[in-house]
């Protein structure tokens, strides 16, 4: 398994909201599965654009090698631990994303998560992937 976060949300996240449920990725190789598996992208994309921040979402992705084939409940197990992490101290009313499963034709998958850089409480920042977070986010892998 292996674990990035990949430089953008500076733009739109409606664009990335259009990217992980498109049909075909950016090499235009259609997708076998495309599977909502937590949050409401809707409600994440209108509060990451509704941010008047330079960065106002953090873009993440957890993919497998084709022959781990993990299964539908060691994926929930890696997106729990992955929100602890990612949102550590924090109540359930503090933060949103999503996360969306994409399985590819060589039976390889991996999942797209979209967060708002916000504390959706008092409104301030919040950066889940600061300096030095591949030592954090090693501790899933």
Partial sequence: M???FIPRGKGSAKSALIYVFQEHDNKGVIRQEI?????????????ADSLDFK?????????WHKDDQPTPQQIQEVLNEFEN???AGLEGDQY??????HGEEDGSGHIHIISPRVELQSGKSLNIAPPGWEKTYDLIR
């Fill in 35 to 47: 599977k909502l598996l937590r949050g409401n992208p809707e409600f994440v994309t209108a509060v």
């Fill in 85 to 87: 992490i990612a949102f």
């Fill in 55 to 63: 960065h106002r979402y953090s873009s993440a992705v957890i993919a």
């Fill in 96 to 101: 949103c994303y999503y996360a969306v499963w």
């Fill in 2 to 4: 292996h674990i990035k």
